[in-house]
Each structure stands twice: as C-alpha cells, then as structure tokens.
C-alpha cells in the first residue's frame, strides 16, 4: 500500500514574506516556527523517499498583503518598483501578477501531495 499525504504551508521563498521581511504579520510564533521555501521542501521530499504529485502556490493574498502592509506602515523598506505595484496599479495588473506568483510558485501559501515511493 502507497501512503500519501497532503499538507498546506506557509513558504519562506514567497513574494509577501520575501518583500516584507521581519514585517510579515503572517509569521509569528508559536504558530510559524519553522517556515520552509519551495527549495527546502523539495530538498526533504527527496531526500526522504517521496513522490512529489502536486507542488502548487495557490494563494491570492499576497499582493494585497503587501499592500496592506504598507498602508498601515509606508516606511517598510521595500522597491520602487513593488510599492507603485501594489498601491498604484490597477486591479488587473495586481490580478495579473498574483497569477505569476502561482505559476511560477512565489506565492506563500504552499499546497503539497507526497506519496513514499
């Protein structure tokens, strides 16, 4: 019998917890201890035996998260370029980019299915 597994996790290596850094709301203790990036996770996954099935970042709140961030605190130092991004541009471009953190798996909500080989 194949035993699989199935988890959600916060990542260290998306765009929200990258951008923000020690500013990230989202990571705190007790509940975000250890947070691991997409490289991490592979690096155990095969180290370990497993299969990996499906390795997807899903999330849609990292772009407003940013935001978010720096409406409540301007002085949180991040890039021209993400800041006019994320306060100034419209909502389709924000729609558009939050898509490429998806796809290219740099959003911070990981979803992962593992099955030992």
Not at 25 to 42: E, M, Q, W
Request: aromatic share 8%; hydrophobic share 40%.
């Amino acid at each position: 019998m194949r035993r699989s597994m199935f988890m959600t996790c916060t990542l260290s290596s998306g765009f929200d917890i990258k951008e923000l850094g020690a500013h990230a709301k989202n990571l705190y203790p007790p509940d975000h201890l250890n947070v691991f990036s997409v490289k991490g996770i592979k690096s155990l996954i095969d180290q370990h035996g497993f299969e990996c099935l499906e390795f997807s970042t899903p999330g849609i709140l990292d772009v407003e998260i940013v935001a978010r961030a720096l409406k409540d605190d301007p002085k949180i130092p991040v890039s021209a370029f993400v800041k006019d991004l994320v306060l100034n541009q419209s909502e389709d471009v924000q729609r558009s980019f939050q898509e490429f953190l998806q796809v290219n798996l740099l959003s911070s909500y990981g979803r992962i299915l593992i099955r030992k080989v």
